[in-house]
């Protein structure tokens, strides 16, 4: 079981470059989120999926666009990068419904992007 | 979500208690109290959660106060693996099941 995985690790993307960050979940769960972390500050949501096919604009949504086709897998993507999304971007992922209380989020390892 | 306040950082001895507090002095009746830690340069980690009383698993204890203005995430025994920064977050059982993170305390364990 490998919980959240991210690809890739890292990456150096010039301005204006387009790429894809890939998340998979291996425990069948129906939320994932996307997250992205600055320097010295919490983690502000991107953008986030209730179920396979649908997407949801979280606090930070500019600049990205996110795809959920499989259940396991949700993609997000930067079509024209900017030094402005140099960051670290998380992945989590986390049962839904029904919500006796809030459930718990599973999070990725994180991938290190920078864009010069 | 309520929204929270917590020291920005502390230090604790390893092998001694770490007791980290929250204020959520407007939280909701309905309202939780979640905590994660990070680990540098990893993804949060679930802790543990409350809704009124205290609670208990093998990482932490959390303790509410009666009139759940505020808590404390007690470590009971710290070790230099604790490091880390630990957010304490109010939110609600609603459809979306978001997070919102605040600055978070930071906790550096010594030896």
């Known amino acids: 079981n490998a919980g959240v995985t991210q690809t890739p690790k890292f990456r150096v993307l010039k301005t204006g470059q387009s790429m894809t960050l890939l998340c998979a979940q291996d425990?069948?769960?129906?939320?994932m989120y996307w997250y992205r972390q600055d320097p010295g500050m919490g983690l502000r949501l991107i953008h986030y999926?209730?179920?396979?096919?649908?997407?949801a604009k979280g606090e930070v949504p500019d600049g990205y666009n996110v795809s959920r086709l499989k259940k396991q897998n949700f993609l997000l993507g930067l079509e024209s990068a900017a030094p402005s999304q140099t960051s670290v971007y998380f992945c989590a992922s986390s049962y839904g419904p029904p919500f006796l209380a809030p459930r718990e989020q599973y999070f990725g390892p994180g991938t290190r992007l920078t864009v010069t | 979500d309520a929204k929270t306040t917590q020291p920005p950082s502390m230090d604790c001895a390893e092998g001694r208690a770490a007791n980290l507090p929250c204020n959520h002095s407007t939280i909701s009746g309905n309202e939780y109290v979640y905590w994660y830690r990070q680990i540098h340069s990893q993804g949060p980690q679930y802790i543990i959660h409350?809704?009124?009383n205290n609670e208990t698993n093998e990482m932490a204890s959390l303790i509410i106060t009666e009139d759940r203005k505020s808590s404390t995430l007690i470590l009971p025994h710290a070790t230099l693996r604790d490091t880390a920064v630990y957010y304490c977050i109010v939110r609600v059982a609603a459809a979306g099941n978001k997070l919102t993170f605040g600055g978070g305390t930071r906790v550096l364990v010594k030896p």
């Open positions: 409350g809704l009124k």
């Open positions: 999926s209730v179920g396979e096919g649908t997407t």
């Open positions: 425990m069948n769960h129906e939320y």
